[in-house]
C-alpha cells in the first residue's frame, strides 16, 4: 500500500536524521489521502509543516492563514497591504492633498471672484 510505505518512509528519515520541518507539495487532487497521516506524524515529533496550497489560484489578491478558537481559517483580500506600504500610501495621499490644496489656493480664489463677479449671489449654490 502506497500510503504506509510513504509514511515508513518518512518515519525512517525522521528516527536517523534531525529534521525541523517538512513541506508538503503533492498534488492534493492525487495525494489528498497522506496530507493527513504526514501532518499527525509531524505533529507528534513536533515538527513544523508547511502545505502548499492549491485551493485558490488567486491572480491579484493575496491570502494569508489566521486563526480563529484554534481552527486555521484562510483570509483572501484584495485591498492594499498592511503595513509600512499602507502607511506610506496614506502619508502621501494626505501630504499630496494638502500640497495641491496649497497650490492650487490661488486659482480657486480666482474662479470664485469670476464666479461673484458674473453671477449674482452667493460664491456656493446650495439648494
Known sequence: MIKSSVISQLE???AHEPVDEVFIALSMEKYSHLVKPIVQLCEEQG???RLQSELFKL???RWQLDELNGLPI???RSGP??????MAKRLIDVWGSI??????TPLLFVVALLIKLDSPGPVFFKQ
Open 81 to 86: 497591504p498592511e503595513g509600512w506600504q499602507l
Open 74 to 76: 484562510f483570509t483572501i
Open 12 to 14: 525512517t528519515v525522521i
Open 99 to 104: 500640497a495641491l490644496l496649497l497650490l492650487l
Open 59 to 61: 491572480r491579484v489578491a
Open 47 to 49: 515538527i513544523i509543516v
